[in-house]
C-alpha cells in the first residue's frame, strides 16, 4: 500500500464537495422550490448558496486553525470531551441515516424509470456493495473517485441543461421577485437539503494537505453547484411551467421528456440524465458511509476506519426499507434535514468557528502577556 | 508470481465481461413496439366481434369503461425480411387504462412497450367525458416511460376507426401521425400542440386544444383543434380558426392567407408573423391587445392584367385590406373562444400573473367571470415582399 493514502489536496476536496452536495435531491430541487417561492426559485437557490458558502468559509477556518487535527480532535479540544463524544455519535448515525435515505430514493427512481422488474433490495444490496468497496479503500481513493467523475459530470450537465434551453419559455419565470422577502427568508430550509454535504469539509479535515486554500476551493465548490442548480431551476421551471414543475415528483427528469432532438436517433434524453445522476448519488453515497465508518473509528479509538465499513451496511439497508413509499420519504427526510441536518450543517460549524475564534483570542493574549 | 496474477486477473475480467447479462432481458422480437393507441369510451352495442373476449365465470364482474386500441408496426416487413401486413392492431377493453394494458399482455405472447410511442388518439365521446378524460391525462402523466413530446389528438367518432385506417405509403401510423404533426409549423391547420403543451396549459388555465385528426377508408386528415375546458371537450375549431389562432399565439412561422379585393381572391403566402399579446386593465376593463408582424409573398394574380399591379399604392391597399381581414378574423376568434367556450385559451389569466401580478391579485379569485367581459384589439400590420417575378 502507497505510504501516504490518507493525504489529499485542497483541489481534490473541492471536487469531492461538488460530488457530495449534489445527490438526490437535485430531481426534485426544481419541485420544492416552486412550491415554496414560485417563479423565484432560483433566487432561493442563490441565497441558500451564499449562506452555504459561508459556512464553508466558518469551516474552512476551523480546519486551518487545527490543520490535520480529526473531527473528534476539534470538537473535544474546543467542546470538551462529553459533548464532543455526543457530536461524534451524532453524527455518524446522522450518515448513517441519511445514506439511508439515499439509498432508498436512488432504488425508488431507478426502479420507476430503469429496471421496472429489479428488486429495489437487489438496487440497493448491490449500490451499497459497491460503496463498500470504494469506502474501504480509504481517502485518496473517493477523492479521486470524485476527481474522475466531477469533472465529466459538470460537462454532461451542461449539454443537458443545452438541450433544454431551446423552446423553453422564460415568461414562466416571470414575475420576478414578487414573493414577500419573509416568505423567501422562511423557505432557505427547503433549499437546506441540496447543500447538505458541505460538512465533509470537517470530515476530511485531517487528510488535507494545503490547508491555506481549503477556504478558496471550497468556496469555488459551492460557486459550481450553486450554479447548476441554478441552471436546473431555471431550465425547468421554463420548459415546464411553475404548476407542473410542482406536481411532478421529479421534474429535473421528466423535464427531459420535453426534449426531442429532431433527426438524430436518440429519445428519451432523460435516460441519460439519468446514468449521469446515478454517479452522482454514488459519490455522496461513499462520502456519507465514509464519514459514517470514520466517526465510528474515533469513537472506538481504532485504527482504520474499514472494520467499520461493512456492519455500517446492514443498518442502512435496513434503514433504507423502513419507509412504505415515497410520501413517507420525503416526510422523513425533511425531518430529517431540518431537525437533523441543520445541527451538523449550521449549528456546529458556527459554534466551533465562534468557540475556536474566542479561544484564540484567549490564546493569543495568554503569548503576549 | 507477477504473471501468474495477471492471468488470473484477465480471466476474472473475461469471465465477468462474458457472463453478465440483463436482469429482465426481453428480446426484442417479442416486443410490441407501440406507435400509436387509440382510446375511446366503451360502447356496448359496437358490435365488434374482435373486441369482446366474455370474461364468463368471473364472479367479480368489472364494468367496461374503456375500449383500447394498440397499434404496433410490423418490424420484420419495415426490415424488408418477411411479408404481410404492415401493422398490427389489438383491441380491448376494460375497467381501467392500465387493467387493459396488461391483459392484453397476456393475449399478445408479445410485451406492449410504449417507449417509443409517437401518438394518442381519443374518440370523441371518450373526451367529453370528464371522468375519462382526467383519468386517461393521469395515467399518461404518471407513467415514466411515455414522454412529453408525444401527440394527444382527438378525433370525431371513434379512435379505432383511425387506427383502422390503412395508409398506403406509411406502414408505422404513429411515425406518420409525427411527420403530419412536424409539418404543423409550416401549415397551420393543425394546431402546434403537443403533450407537453396540454398538459401545461391545461394545469395553468384549465383549458387546452388538441389537435383533431379525420379519417376516411384510406385517408387522414389533421386539421382543427377541439377545445378542452374544465376537463372535457367542449367544441370544435375549423382549420382556418385554428390557423388563426396558431398566429395569435405565435406558434407558426408560415401559413397561406386568402384575401379578397376587388372581387379577387387573392393568396398570400405568409413567411414570417411575429405575435405579441398584451393586456392592460383601462378604465376599469381588462383589454387583450395582439399586435402581430407579419411578411408575405403574393402568390397568385389575375392573368393579363397589367397597369394596377405595378403601382405600389396598389400593394398597399392590398397589405391594408390583409391586415384588416385578419384582425377581423383575430378579433371574432377571440370573442368566439370567450363567449362560447369560456376558455382562457390564450392564456390571459397567465400573462396577467406573469406580467401584471398586481392586477392579477385583484382579479384572479373571479378569473372566470373578469375573463368574459375582457375586450379584445388587434393591429395587424402585414407587408408584402415579395412579387413572384411577373408585374
Redesign the interface.
Known amino acids: 500500500m502507497e505510504k501516504n493514502n490518507d493525504r489529499i489536496t485542497s483541489f481534490q476536496l473541492m471536487m469531492m464537495l461538488v460530488g457530495t452536495i449534489i445527490g438526490v435531491g437535485v430531481l426534485s430541487l426544481p419541485r420544492e422550490s416552486a412550491k415554496a417561492v414560485g417563479?423565484d426559485g432560483w433566487i432561493l437557490a442563490i441565497i441558500g448558496g451564499i449562506l452555504t458558502l459561508i459556512l464553508a468559509v466558518l469551516m474552512s477556518q476551523v480546519v486551518q486553525r487545527f490543520p490535520q487535527k480529526t473531527f473528534q480532535e476539534i470538537v473535544n479540544s474546543l467542546v470538551g470531551k462529553v459533548i464532543g463524544t455526543i457530536l461524534v455519535f451524532g453524527f455518524a448515525v446522522y450518515h448513517i441515516i441519511f445514506s439511508a435515505l439515499q439509498c432508498r430514493i436512488f432504488g425508488e427512481i431507478l426502479k420507476?424509470?430503469l429496471?421496472?422488474?429489479?428488486p429495489v433490495e437487489?438496487l440497493i444490496i448491490v449500490m451499497l456493495l459497491t460503496t463498500a468497496y470504494a469506502v474501504r479503500s480509504g481517502a485518496k481513493t473517493i477523492v479521486r473517485l470524485a476527481q474522475i467523475i466531477i469533472p465529466v459530470m459538470i460537462l454532461l450537465s451542461i449539454i443537458l441543461v443545452v438541450t433544454l434551453m431551446p423552446g423553453a419559455d422564460y415568461?414562466?419565470l416571470?414575475?420576478v421577485l414578487?414573493t414577500p422577502p419573509l416568505k423567501l427568508l422562511q423557505s432557505i430550509p427547503v433549499i437546506l437539503f441540496s447543500f447538505l454535504g458541505v460538512e465533509m469539509i470537517l470530515v476530511l479535515s485531517p487528510f488535507i494537505t494545503d490547508v491555506q486554500n481549503v477556504p478558496k476551493r471550497a468556496s469555488l465548490s459551492i460557486g459550481i453547484v450553486t450554479l447548476i442548480y441554478v441552471l436546473m431551476i431555471v431550465a425547468t421551471t421554463a420548459?415546464?411551467?411553475?404548476?407542473?414543475t410542482t406536481?411532478i415528483i421529479w421534474p429535473g427528469l421528466?423535464v427531459f421528456?420535453?426534449?426531442?432532438v429532431?433527426d438524430i436517433f436518440i429519445?428519451?434524453i432523460e435516460i441519460y440524465a439519468l446514468g449521469g445522476w446515478v454517479y452522482q448519488v454514488f459519490l455522496t453515497l461513499v462520502a456519507n458511509v465514509f464519514a459514517a465508518s470514520l466517526m465510528l473509528q474515533y469513537l472506538f479509538r481504532a485504527k482504520s476506519h474499514k472494520p467499520f465499513v461493512l456492519p455500517i451496511l446492514p443498518v442502512v439497508y435496513f434503514v433504507a426499507l423502513i419507509p412504505d413509499n415515497l410520501a413517507e420519504i420525503n416526510e422523513l427526510l425533511n425531518l430529517l434535514t431540518q431537525r437533523f441536518g441543520i445541527v451538523y450543517f449550521a449549528i456546529v460549524p458556527v459554534v466551533l468557528w465562534g468557540i475556536s475564534l474566542f479561544k484564540k483570542q484567549k490564546g493569543s493574549g495568554k503569548s503576549a502577556s | 508470481m507477477h504473471r501468474k496474477k495477471l492471468k488470473i486477473f484477465l480471466w476474472i475480467l473475461v469471465g465477468v465481461s462474458i457472463l453478465t447479462g440483463c436482469w429482465d432481458k426481453v428480446e426484442i422480437e417479442d416486443r410490441a413496439f407501440i406507435a400509436l393507441i387509440g382510446v375511446d369510451k366503451f360502447q356496448a352495442a359496437s358490435g365488434d366481434k374482435q373486441a369482446v373476449f366474455s370474461s364468463e365465470g368471473d364472479g367479480f364482474n368489472q364494468e367496461n369503461r374503456y375500449t383500447v386500441s394498440y397499434a404496433y408496426p410490423n418490424t420484420g416487413m419495415i426490415a424488408q425480411k418477411i411479408e404481410g401486413e404492415p401493422k398490427f392492431i389489438f383491441v380491448s377493453t376494460g375497467e381501467d387504462l392500465f387493467n387493459i394494458r396488461e391483459s392484453t399482455n397476456t393475449r399478445l405472447g408479445k410485451e406492449l412497450f410504449l417507449r417509443h410511442m409517437k401518438a394518442i388518439v381519443i374518440g370523441e365521446e371518450l373526451a367529453k367525458d370528464e371522468q375519462l378524460f382526467r383519468e386517461l391525462m393521469d395515467r399518461i402523466d404518471r407513467s415514466p416511460e411515455i414522454g412529453r413530446k408525444l401527440h394527444l389528438m382527438v378525433t370525431p367518432g371513434l379512435a379505432k376507426d383511425v387506427l383502422d385506417t390503412s395508409t398506403k405509403d406509411e406502414g408505422v401510423l404513429g411515425l406518420y401521425i409525427r411527420d403530419l404533426m412536424q409539418r404543423a409549423g409550416r401549415r397551420a391547420r393543425i394546431p402546434d400542440a403537443d403533450f407537453g403543451y396540454i398538459l401545461r396549459s391545461l394545469h395553468e388555465s384549465q383549458t387546452a386544444i388538441i389537435p383533431r385528426v379525420i379519417s376516411s377508408k384510406n385517408e387522414f386528415k389533421a386539421a382543427g383543434s377541439g377545445v378542452i375546458r374544465d376537463f372535457r371537450l367542449v367544441g370544435w375549431l375549423g382549420e382556418i380558426e385554428t390557423e388563426v389562432l396558431m398566429f395569435m399565439m405565435d406558434r407558426i412561422k408560415a401559413s397561406t392567407v386568402d384575401v379578397e379585393m376587388d372581387n379577387l381572391i387573392l393568396p398570400l403566402y405568409v413567411t414570417e408573423s411575429k405575435a405579441k399579446m398584451k393586456a392592460f386593465e383601462k378604465d376599469g376593463e381588462i383589454i387583450v391587445r395582439f399586435d402581430l408582424k407579419m411578411e408575405a409573398d403574393l402568390k397568385r394574380h389575375l392573368f393579363q392584367r397589367l397597369g394596377e399591379t405595378d403601382e405600389s399604392a396598389y400593394y398597399e391597399r392590398l397589405q391594408k385590406e390583409a391586415s384588416k381581414m385578419l384582425e377581423h378574423q383575430i378579433v371574432a376568434l377571440y370573442k368566439k373562444i370567450q363567449k362560447k367556450f369560456g376558455a382562457d385559451l390564450l392564456q390571459v389569466g397567465e400573462y396577467l400573473r406573469k406580467h401584471e401580478p398586481d392586477l392579477w391579485e385583484k382579479v384572479k379569485n373571479d378569473w372566470d367571470n373578469v375573463y368574459r367581459t375582457t375586450k379584445v384589439e388587434a393591429d395587424v400590420d402585414l407587408k408584402i415582399r415579395r412579387l413572384g417575378v411577373t408585374m
Not at chain 1, 115 to 118: D, E
Not at chain 1, 239 to 244: D, K, Y
Not at chain 1, 257 to 260: A, I, L, N
Open positions: 417563479p420507476e424509470y429496471l421496472l422488474y429489479t437487489v415568461t414562466n416571470m414575475p414578487r420548459r415546464l411551467g411553475i404548476v407542473e406536481h421528466e421528456k420535453t426534449v426531442d429532431p429519445e428519451n
